[in-house]
């Protein structure tokens, strides 16, 4: 019986380990996003910036209004060179997983 408890609080553990670093990535991404938007919303001038998803809420949005793939560059370059804090994260939690 002590093995199985031995068991389960590693597990739990392990499970709000992960969390939390679901966390942080969500919150990562989120602050990625609003920089990335804060930066379009000036550059095209837009007043509204809206989240389309199949089955949503937004029936017909036109393409040449799409953004998507803009955003996700610029995302994708903002992953391509970490910052310092994030670099020095990537580091600590590599050298922890050992």
Known sequence: M???????????????????K?????????????????????????D???LYEEGGQIIYANTDFDITERMVN????SRETPSE?????EAVDS???E
């Open 74 to 77: 610029m995302l994708n370059e």
């Open 22 to 46: 679901q966390a942080d990535l969500t919150n990562m991404l989120k602050a990625d996003m609003d920089k990335a938007i804060a930066v379009l919303k000036d550059e095209l001038n837009l």
């Open 95 to 97: 050298t922890s997983a």
């Open 85 to 89: 804090e994030e670099a020095a994260e």
């Open 48 to 50: 509204f910036i809206l």
């Open 2 to 20: 002590r093995v199985q408890q031995q068991y389960l609080q590693v597990e739990q553990a392990a499970q709000d380990q992960l969390l939390r």
